[in-house]
């Protein structure tokens, strides 16, 4: 595999190219091998940075993807042997006195492993719902195969993993959409070794690439200076320095509010608008722009609007709602050339 790599002052190590293929059709696209801070500058440390990681991991997988009735089946087991040699008392079962309050099923104590699963129950349904609808057009996530089965069990550990290690977001329905390409690019490395440690890996590209948005995805945040509404806003002051008219046409003649439409731009950075193929190629330039993936994100959006703009002028609000709810599709280098040109000082 050929490696593009920027190790520059923002401890960027961004890219791999490889050949991906869908359906019949092959592509070269670059795709995000390695995010923000995955590795350090240092060449001789990538490996021995790379297993701490994965080992880390699996060990986040044996704490938070244990069931609790695994877990008492593992106290019974360890009771059992406590109790061999001792007579009828050495049956293996777990005495009644050996039964912590927090180990009982009815527990309803904060620390209670079960009370604690029962409370996740909700988010990993939901979880579980998500990907299942994950890309339903593409056989490496759908379907009834082994390959589609392992992959979808791989997208559940990390975003319930992720979930459990940041109770302030836990999980908000589409970031299945967002891990979907990284794990994608993991897993098929032609190097096998490589290709089989794909869910730890993605697990942590997934952290750190959502590091940089997760302000859109708080709730709490949604009415504050950093949250979704500031950074659509900030689109919207972006569109209106760059196309007074356009903006003007969709935001006072038609009223067409932007969080209709640019809500899902956003959050999803982009992977429900074009097809996957041409996701990985806008997510390349996001992911190794020097800016900075938000602002990137915000010109290609802008770039979206402008693309589209004689349809928009003389459409009316239903007919530009359908329009960017549904984006038609488009020549995406030519979206990246128009994007790099609104290029210049952040919108305030």
Not at 106 to 116: A, D, E, I, R, Y
Not at 275 to 303: K, M
């Amino acid at each position: 595999m050929h490696y593009v790599i920027y190790l520059d002052r923002f401890n960027l190590f961004i890219f791999t190219f490889l050949k991906l293929s869908l359906k019949n059709c092959i592509f070269l696209h670059g795709a995000e091998q390695l995010l923000l801070g995955y590795l350090p500058n240092d060449h001789e440390f990538w490996v021995q940075e790379l297993d701490r990681k994965r080992a880390q991991y699996k060990d986040f997988k044996e704490e938070f993807l244990v069931n609790p009735s695994e877990m008492a089946r593992k106290l019974e087991e360890s009771a059992g042997h406590k109790n061999e040699g001792m007579g009828s008392g050495g049956c293996g079962f777990l005495m009644r006195s050996e039964i912590t309050h927090d180990e009982h099923p009815l527990s309803l104590g904060k620390t209670s492993v079960w009370n604690q699963f029962f409370q996740d129950t909700e988010v990993i349904e939901q979880i579980d719902r998500d990907v299942k609808r994950t890309h339903p057009d593409m056989h490496f996530f759908c379907g009834d195969t082994s390959l589609a089965k392992s992959n979808q069990e791989a997208l559940r550990h990390i975003l319930i993993i992720f979930a459990k290690l940041n109770p302030g977001i836990r999980y908000v329905q589409g970031m299945n959409e967002v891990l979907a390409p990284l794990f994608y690019v993991f897993r098929n490395d032609p190097d096998q070794n490589n290709a089989a440690c794909a869910e730890a890996d993605a697990f942590f590209c997934f952290v750190e690439l959502l590091s940089g948005f997760r302000d859109n995805f708080c709730q709490k945040l949604d009415n504050s200076v950093v949250g979704i509404r500031s950074t659509i806003a900030k689109l919207s002051e972006l569109l209106k320095k760059h196309d007074g008219e356009l903006w003007r046409h969709l935001e006072i003649t038609t009223k067409v509010n932007p969080q209709f439409y640019a809500f899902r731009w956003i959050t999803l950075l982009l992977t429900q608008e074009f097809n996957f193929a041409d996701s990985i190629h806008i997510w390349d330039t996001l992911l190794s722009d020097p800016e900075g993936p938000q602002e990137t994100l915000l010109r290609v959006c802008c770039a979206m609007l402008i693309l589209v703009r004689r349809r928009l002028l003389a459409g009316d609000f239903t007919s530009n709602l359908k329009l960017l709810q549904n984006y038609p599709s488009t020549n995406i280098s030519h979206l990246l050339y128009v994007a790099n040109k609104l290029r210049g000082p952040s919108v305030d």
